[in-house]
């Protein structure tokens, strides 16, 4: 994958993961949450950093120590 495109896809991986963080925030401050909600959003939010940091080692080239 080119580097620019890795790169867009990384700001649109953060900015996603940004905002699930503050929905997150707000839906658990709701007394009436919705568990299953909110479980949905933890478990997206955990694959967006998956993906975020498999992007990020393509970024940087592995060193031969």
């Known amino acids: ?20 963080d503050s929905a997150i925030v707000a839906l658990g401050e709701n007394a009436g949450a919705d568990e299953l909600q909110l479980a949905r959003l933890k478990k997206r939010k955990l694959r967006l950093r998956d ?15």
């Open 1 to 20: 994958m080119d580097q620019g495109l890795i790169a867009k896809r990384l700001e649109a991986l953060r900015s996603e993961h940004r905002d699930l």
């Open 51 to 65: 993906e975020i940091a498999l992007l990020e080692d393509q970024l940087i080239p592995d060193i031969i120590a």
